[in-house]
Nanobody, 127 residues
Framework: QVHLVESGGGLVQAGGSLRLSCAASGQTSNNCAMGWFRQAPGKEREVVAAISWSGLDTYYTDSVKGRFTISRDNAKNTVYLQMNTLKPEDTSVYYC????????????????????WGQGTQVTVSS
């Protein structure tokens, strides 16, 4: 079992920045690939970024490339999402997700590939 808690969401003006954190607890001694997803009202949950257990490989959805950065600190069992140049269309509930993996350099970009999810944190970008 892995328990995930997100933090760092809030209200920000367009062009501003936020840093989300996801603290993992439980069986985190096992290799876990991580991802950030978001879901706006009336829309499906979509991947934002993903990172391999090693941290060496990352994935970004096209709409956030060059603006968002995913990173992790395995010593702290924490994954981060630095979000810069935020836009109103980034407004969503952001979720952290985790899954065990035996491949240190693989990321996972589909919602169905993750077993563990956090409760979500609201990000609102005003225009």
């Amino acid at each position: 079992q892995v328990h995930l808690v997100e933090s760092g969401g809030g209200l920000v003006q367009a062009g501003g920045s936020l840093r989300l954190s996801c603290a993992a607890s439980g069986q985190t001694s096992n290799n876990c690939a991580m991802g950030w997803f978001r879901q706006a009202p009336g829309k499906e949950r979509e991947v934002v970024a993903a990172i391999s257990w090693s941290g060496l490989d990352t994935y970004y959805t096209d709409s956030v490339k060059g603006r968002f950065t995913i990173s992790r600190d395995n010593a702290k069992n924490t994954v981060y999402l630095q979000m810069n140049t935020l836009k109103p269309e980034d407004t969503s509930v952001y979720y952290c997700a985790a899954r065990f993996t035996s491949v240190g350099r693989r990321y996972y970009s589909q919602t169905g590939e993750y077993r563990y999810w956090g409760q979500g944190t609201q990000v609102t970008v005003s225009s």
